[in-house]
Nanobody
Framework: QVLLVESGGGLVQPGGSLRLSCAASGYAAHYSVIGWVRQAPGKEREMISCMRRSDGSTYYADSMKGRFTISRDAAKNTIYLQMTNLKPEDTAVYYC???????????????WGQGTQVTVSS
């Protein structure tokens, strides 16, 4: 069983920052890639970024470059998503997910966490 648990979401004002965490356990290590995906209300899921576990290489969707940074603490089996200069349109449920190969298509991801809500509002 793969267990992915996101945390760190909440309410933040426009222009603010937030760091999300995703703790991976169980058979999560069987998957080579872990990533972040978000889903805004009434919209399709949207890929943000992913990381290859073997070497820490990172990949970003073009629309997400600049304000989002994926990182990890390998010893804790945890990945992070640092978000800066947040905008109301960043309001969404943020998920971490795993898959076998590097992909910026959320449909390729196999195991998903339950998500954490991020709301950007004044």
């Amino acid at each position: 069983q793969v267990l992915l648990v996101e945390s760190g979401g909440g309410l933040v004002q426009p222009g603010g920052s937030l760091r999300l965490s995703c703790a991976a356990s169980g058979y999560a290590a069987h998957y080579s890639v872990i990533g972040w995906v978000r889903q805004a209300p009434g919209k399709e899921r949207e890929m943000i970024s992913c990381m290859r576990r073997s070497d820490g290489s990172t990949y970003y969707a073009d629309s997400m470059k600049g304000r989002f940074t994926i990182s990890r603490d390998a010893a804790k089996n945890t990945i992070y998503l640092q978000m800066t200069n947040l905008k109301p349109e960043d309001t969404a449920v943020y998920y971490c997910a795993t898959t076998f190969d590097v992909s910026l298509d959320f449909r390729d991801y196999i195991e998903w966490g339950q998500g954490t809500q991020v709301t950007v509002s004044s």
